[in-house]
């Protein structure tokens, strides 16, 4: 959540934050991968300023919907996702309905 803040609040002191200060300010894809739970208010307010700058917050939640059969398919999963909000293609699976 530090990281998230300091990205939503424009701050570049580290090479991530500069990276993600970068490519908001070029428009390119920044997706954040948000861990924190619970949320309290200043999370939420740092998320949404995240997101009206531009950046796509992600949390790594399991897909167990997929029925994945062990914790390295559940991994591979969130990754492919939040590659796929990139733009790229990278296998995530969908939900096909009942």
């Not at 609040?9 to 619970?38: C, F, I, N, W």
């Not at 591979?76 to 990278?90: K, M, N, P, Q, V």
């Amino acid at each position: 959540m530090r990281t998230l803040a300091a990205i939503a609040y424009g701050q570049s002191s580290t090479l991530l934050l500069r990276a993600a200060d970068v490519h908001l300010k070029e428009r390119r894809p920044l997706v954040l991968l948000t861990r924190e739970a619970p949320l309290h208010l200043g999370h939420l307010r740092a998320m949404l300023a995240a997101t009206e700058l531009g950046a796509i917050i992600c949390p790594p939640v399991p897909a167990w919907y997929l029925k994945p059969r062990n914790l390295a398919e559940v991994e591979t999963e969130i990754a492919a996702r939040a590659i796929s909000l990139l733009g790229l293609e990278a296998g995530a699976r969908e939900w096909e309905g009942l």
